[in-house]
Nanobody, 126 residues
Framework: QVQLVESGGGLVQAGGSLRLSCAAS????????MGWFRQAPGKERELVAA????????YYADSVKGRFTISRDNAKNTVYLQMNSLKPEDTAVYYC???????????????????WGQGTQVTVSS
């Protein structure tokens, strides 16, 4: 079992930046592939970015490529999402999630993730 706590959300103007953090409890953080999802009002939850256990491979949704960067620090049990050049359409609740299945590739679908955080609100004003 792992608990995930997101932080770093807030209100920012279009073109601005935010850095989200997701801190995980426990000693086995490095075995989990990690993902950042988001859900806007009235829309389905979508994968924004994901990273393998070692950090060697990443995935980005087309809508955020070149603007967002996912990274992890296994020594700190933390995964990050650096968000630059934010747009109003990035407004959503952002969730981090962990996949415990020891995959060597990036998990890209919601059912592949076992643990979820409570989410942090990101609001981008125009």
């Amino acid at each position: 079992q792992v608990q995930l706590v997101e932080s770093g959300g807030g209100l920012v103007q279009a073109g601005g930046s935010l850095r989200l953090s997701c801190a995980a409890s426990g000693r086995t953080f490095s075995v989990y592939a990690m993902g950042w999802f988001r859900q806007a009002p009235g829309k389905e939850r979508e994968l924004v970015a994901a990273i393998t256990r070692s950090g060697g491979s990443t995935y980005y949704a087309d809508s955020v490529k070149g603007r967002f960067t996912i990274s992890r620090d296994n020594a700190k049990n933390t995964v990050y999402l650096q968000m630059n050049s934010l747009k109003p359409e990035d407004t959503a609740v952002y969730y981090c999630a962990a996949d415990r299945s020891l995959k060597n590739y990036v998990p890209e679908t919601i059912p592949q993730y076992d643990y979820w955080g409570q989410g942090t609100q990101v609001t981008v004003s125009s």
